[in-house]
């Protein structure tokens, strides 16, 4: 969900919290001393915004969970989000964690659909142990979900990491279960949506029904996605993830990769603090490779038009750390990867910026300008094995066939 994580304790402490008012969650020895509030309409201020509804054991006339899905809210390493529905009247947000500590009960946060079809939940966990894998139940006495499982990422900045990367699922559930299936073959360590993940993002119906097609997968590998055109800033977007940050424009740590991601469709995107906060993440991070997305391609020669204000806004701060660099972005509904450039001209020492939007909207025709280096109209998706000297990836068509391979290498 868009959430204010306004944390009341330092960091993520293992213990309950005391005395912190009746909008804290941190029961449990993982619980996370945060407090939630509910996603936002477009131009409401956060601060206004009603706090989640605390666990309570109480069930509704169908309490089953469904949907569920993993995120992020932290460091992967300590730190995981999980999330699901139920019907509106149930509150029991609960989690069943198993792990090398033994059982620990977790209790969470619930919030209304924004048409109120349904309720959220929500549960945070802190303490965990790096690279380990833990089990989960959720839901509540009488209500509990299957049993799923999911691996923290390890606490070493130099660890191999695999991402799935993939965009523009939109219309085609079919195409997008079948690509997001594929992609998980690849037992990827997490995913990266580059937005428009449905048709009409202010419409809940569609997204129970994209989160109902991806459960499988979801329950278990974390999803971090980029804020679409589709997506409009609706409640329902920030409603159906877990982010870290503002959840608009956040970055995540997992081994040799620092992951950052922004938003060039918010009103006043590309403002400042957008732009001073990409300078400061950039700057911060010691992990051997940057990479970024957002979803209006800064170079491409598809059906939308290169988005050429975030190109002169972003590119210069990215291009002062390539080529340890790649930009990952989508609304184009094809694949297509650029030969290096720097500035304006190709250079073997610039950036390689990527489109790839073919995981269910209608595909797009392909262009030929002369910063494409590999161009197709296909569904697909991309794997990225990234260690500390060398980024490889593969992009996929949906028979298996490679489309594309290249190397990154510092």
């Known amino acids: 969900m868009f959430l204010s994580l306004i944390a009341i304790a330092i960091a ?96 969470g946060a619930s919030f209304p659909a924004p048409d109120d079809s349904a309720r959220h939940h929500e549960i945070h966990l802190c303490g965990l142990e790096p690279a ?21 990422a390890p606490d070493d900045p130099g660890a191999s990491v695999r991402m799935v990367v993939l965009g523009d699922s939109r219309d085609d559930l079919e195409v997008w279960a ?49 804020h679409g055109n589709h997506e409009f800033m609706a409640p329902n977007y920030f409603g159906a993830f877990a982010l870290p940050g503002n959840e608009q424009w956040y970055s995540v740590d997992w081994g040799a990769l620092h992951l950052t991601v922004l938003n060039d469709l918010a009103p006043g995107a590309l403002d400042s603090e957008q732009t001073a906060w990409l300078a400061d993440d950039l700057a911060g991070t010691d992990r051997a490779w940057r990479l970024m997305s957002h979803h209006q391609p800064s170079w491409t020669d598809g059906t939308h038009a290169p988005n050429i204000e975030a190109r002169d806004e972003w590119n210069p701060l990215l291009e002062a750390f390539a080529p340890a660099v790649l930009v990952l972005a989508g609304h184009n509904h094809l694949y297509e990867r650029t030969v290096p450039i720097l500035g304006e001209v190709q250079d073997p020492a610039g950036i390689t910026y ?57």
């Open 12 to 107: 993520c402490q293992p213990d309950p919290l005391v005395d912190t008012g009746p909008t804290a969650v941190a029961d449990g020895p993982h619980g996370c001393p945060v407090l939630l509030r509910e996603p936002p309409r477009l131009g409401e201020d956060v601060e206004d915004l009603p706090y989640a509804t605390l666990h309570v054991p109480m069930l509704g006339a169908a309490p089953q969970p469904y949907n569920l899905r993993r995120g992020i809210h932290g460091d992967p390493a300590v730190d995981a989000t999980i999330m699901w529905q139920t019907d509106l009247p149930t509150l029991a947000s609960r989690v069943k964690l198993t792990g090398p500590d033994g059982l620990a009960l977790v209790d």
């Open 132 to 152: 380990t894998e833990y089990r989960y139940r959720v839901g509540g006495r009488g209500a509990w979900s299957d049993e799923h499982s999911f691996t923290t």
């Open 178 to 226: 079948e690509v997001l299936a594929l992609a998980a073959g690849h037992e990827p360590d997490l995913i990266l949506h580059t937005g428009d993940v449905v048709a009409l993002g202010g419409l809940q119906s569609l997204w129970d029904e994209w989160l109902g097609v991806s459960e499988a997968v979801l329950a278990e590998i974390p999803i971090l996605t980029v």
């Open 354 to 410: 990527v489109t790839t939007g073919g995981s269910g909207a209608p595909l797009y025709g392909i262009g030929t300008e002369w910063f494409l280096e590999v161009t197709e109209s296909t569904y697909h998706y991309m794997v990225l094995d990234i260690g500390t000297d060398k980024l490889q990836a593969t992009a996929y068509r949906m028979d298996g066939s490679v489309l594309d391979s290249f190397e990154l290498v510092l």
